[in-house]
């Protein structure tokens, strides 16, 4: 499975804005707006393919104080669990050491929690609520 850097604007990044409306926004009644996606240009954007067909991604957001932000991960909803996911943090957490990151911070719905604390996330805070669904503050040191 290649995981790579996509660019931001490209036939990639149209499909991974494509794949994060599915799995992220939509269930939520929400879409992506152009301000949300405008912003994403300086991020670390990273894609898992299979025969050039898009499994799953996320981004990196540049912190201050060595830390890097993990947003809008996402797997195709009926792959979910084959370990796609680990592959592409792993990916994402080699990218951040690469760049000169010490910590990973993100904040991740509750559902999620479970899958992040098995690959050495901590919560760091207590539920709250976001976009109507709870979500913890959780981090990694690299």
């Keep these: 499975m290649p995981l790579k ?9 149209e499909q991974m804005v494509q794949l994060r409306n599915e799995v992220l926004r939509r269930p939520l009644g929400l879409t992506l707006q152009p301000e949300e996606l405008a912003s994403e240009k300086d991020h670390v954007l990273i ?27 996402a797997v195709r909803n009926n792959i979910q669990g084959k370990g796609i996911g680990k592959s592409i943090l792993n990916f994402a957490e080699n990218v951040a050491r690469d760049l000169g990151y010490n910590k990973i911070i993100m904040n991740s719905r ?17 539920p709250f609520e976001k976009i109507s669904i709870p979500y913890y503050y959780m981090e990694k040191a690299l």
């Design 5 to 13: 850097i996509i660019d931001h604007g490209s036939k990639e990044y």
């Design 110 to 126: 509750h559902s999620s929690t479970p899958f992040f604390e098995k690959l050495g996330y901590r919560i760091c805070s207590e």
């Design 47 to 73: 894609a898992a393919y299979d025969d050039g067909d898009l499994l799953g991604c996320c981004m990196l957001v540049k912190e201050p104080e060595k830390q890097i932000r993990l947003r809008q991960m």
